[in-house]
């Protein structure tokens, strides 16, 4: 089965400033992917970037980067320059990638991460 | 293109009585699936189906039914609700695709729902 862990219950930045969430997560798979979705007040799910585990780099969208330790299985995400509008709950997400073989497309979700952006 | 529609949006039910959450997706995508969002729990998984005809449990399956007669349409069914329901429920569809649409899962804008 797989696990995903966020350590960081609830973190805050101060807008313009650099901050990273932490995601570790455990699994048998050696092929998978790893998300992280942000989730506003209005509850919407929001994907913010994708990793391929087959992939050595590091993703990036934007201001949104990850680190990517697949060897530690970590996962965790740079919000650069951060914004007002960064202010959302952050989920890490797992999923073995569906060509490992078997049903098992399940997403498994970490318990989230509260970031505040403060002005 | 609606992407996944879920409904209703909002729903207060009285404990013992019985619902359905609607999902629907027009992307054609073969994965469905239904979660709950509880305060300091993230996302659990409820049931989940890999194509019409298909289903199957979860994480946290229980007082929970689905049935997957067509690849558009993935309800849950509450048959007896009970306060530990009250939740907010998201489905999610999904497919294995090519590299431009695989692994890319789309959500429902949820649902809230209080049993009293």
């Known amino acids: 089965a797989q696990t995903v862990t966020q350590s960081q219950p609830e973190m805050s930045v101060q807008e313009a400033e650099t901050v990273t969430l932490s995601c570790t997560y455990d699994t048998s798979e050696s092929n998978y992917y790893l998300f992280w979705y942000k989730q506003p007040p209005s509850r919407q799910m929001i994907l913010v970037i994708r990793q391929e585990a087959y992939k050595q780099q590091n993703a990036t969208e934007n201001r949104f980067s990850v680190n990517f330790q697949k060897a530690a299985k970590s996962f965790s995400l740079k919000i650069s320059d951060s914004q007002l509008g960064d202010t959302a709950m952050y989920f890490c997400a797992f999923t073995p990638h569906p060509n490992s073989g078997g049903s098992n497309y399940k997403l498994t979700f970490g318990k989230g991460t509260l970031l505040t952006v403060n002005p | 293109n609606a992407g996944v529609t879920q409904t209703p949006k909002f729903q207060v039910l009285k404990t013992g009585q019985s619902m359905t959450l609607q999902c629907a997706q027009d992307m054609n995508h073969e994965y469905m699936s239904w979660y709950r969002q509880d305060p300091g729990m993230g996302l659990r998984l409820i049931h989940y189906s890999v194509g019409a005809g298909i289903t199957d449990q979860g994480e946290v399956p229980n007082g929970y039914n689905v049935s997957r007669s067509t690849t558009e349409d993935f309800p849950l069914r509450l048959l007896s609700a009970a306060p530990s329901q009250t939740s907010v429920y998201f489905c999610?569809?999904?497919?294995?695709?090519?590299?431009?649409?695989?692994?890319?899962?789309?959500f429902g804008e949820g649902s809230w729902l209080t049993v009293v």
């Open positions: 999610a569809s999904y497919t294995r695709g090519g590299e431009s649409s695989g692994n890319t899962i789309y």
